[in-house]
C-alpha cells in the first residue's frame, strides 16, 4: 500500500484555503489546513506533513517566520510559498530559509501541479538516499538510525 503525500495548507484567506484543498484532493494528495500561522505551526510539529503550501503573509504571523521556526525545530517537511507579494528580495530571502519554491497569485494550476510534483519527487528521492542501519552503543540496547 502506497501511502499518499501530506499536504498542510496554511493561508488566512478561507477562500484560497478551499481552492488549494479542492485542487490537492483532486490530484490524490492528503491534505490538512490551517487558517493561522499558529494552528499552522501546531499542525507542522504534529502531522509532519511531506509539503507546507504557506502565505507569506499571514494574519498573527509571517510564513518566514513560521518557516523560520519550523527549521529550527528540526523539521524536515518542504516548504512552497504561495504569496501575492512579487519582490524579488522577498523570494530570495524565503529561499534562503529552505524554501523549496515560490509561486505569486494569481496561481497558474497548472505550475502549482509541476511545482507540488517535482518538490515531492526531490523529498522522495531525498528519502531514498537514506538507510536503515542498526547500532549498537556500549553498554546499551541496538537502536535503530536514519543516516544518509
Given at each position: 500500500?502506497?501511502?499518499?503525500?501530506?499536504?498542510?495548507?496554511?493561508?488566512?484567506?478561507?477562500?484560497?484555503?478551499?481552492?488549494?484543498?479542492?485542487?490537492?484532493?483532486?490530484?490524490?494528495?492528503?491534505?490538512?489546513?490551517?487558517?493561522?500561522?499558529?494552528?499552522?505551526?501546531?499542525?507542522?510539529?504534529?502531522?509532519?506533513?511531506?509539503?507546507?503550501?504557506?502565505?507569506?503573509?499571514?494574519?498573527?504571523?509571517?510564513?518566514?517566520?513560521?518557516?523560520?521556526?519550523?527549521?529550527?525545530?528540526?523539521?524536515?517537511?518542504?516548504?512552497?510559498?504561495i504569496t501575492g507579494n512579487a519582490e524579488v528580495r522577498t523570494a530570495v530571502?524565503?529561499?534562503?530559509?529552505?524554501?523549496?519554491?515560490?509561486?505569486?497569485?494569481?496561481?497558474?494550476?497548472?505550475?502549482?501541479?509541476?511545482?507540488?510534483?517535482?518538490?515531492?519527487?526531490?523529498?522522495?528521492?531525498?528519502?531514498?538516499?537514506?538507510?536503515?542501519?542498526?547500532?549498537?552503543?556500549?553498554?546499551?540496547?541496538?537502536?535503530?538510525?536514519?543516516?544518509?
Amino acid at each position: 500500500m502506497t501511502l499518499m503525500p501530506r499536504i498542510l495548507i496554511i493561508d488566512d484567506h478561507s477562500p484560497i484555503v478551499g481552492l488549494l484543498k479542492k485542487f490537492c484532493i483532486a490530484e490524490n494528495y492528503e491534505v490538512e489546513t490551517a487558517l493561522s500561522g499558529a494552528v499552522g505551526l501546531r499542525l507542522v510539529r504534529e502531522t509532519l506533513p511531506d509539503l507546507v503550501l504557506v502565505d507569506l503573509k499571514l494574519g498573527d504571523m509571517s510564513g518566514l517566520d513560521l518557516l523560520r521556526t519550523a527549521k529550527a525545530e528540526g523539521c524536515t517537511s518542504r516548504f512552497v510559498f504561495i504569496t501575492g507579494n512579487a519582490e524579488v528580495r522577498t523570494a530570495v530571502e524565503a529561499m534562503k530559509c529552505g524554501a523549496s519554491d515560490y509561486l505569486t497569485k494569481p496561481l497558474d494550476l497548472d505550475e502549482l501541479r509541476r511545482v507540488i510534483t517535482s518538490v515531492l519527487e526531490e523529498r522522495a528521492q531525498g528519502a531514498s538516499n537514506r538507510k536503515l542501519i542498526l547500532v549498537y552503543p556500549k553498554q546499551a540496547a541496538p537502536r535503530l538510525a536514519l543516516t544518509e
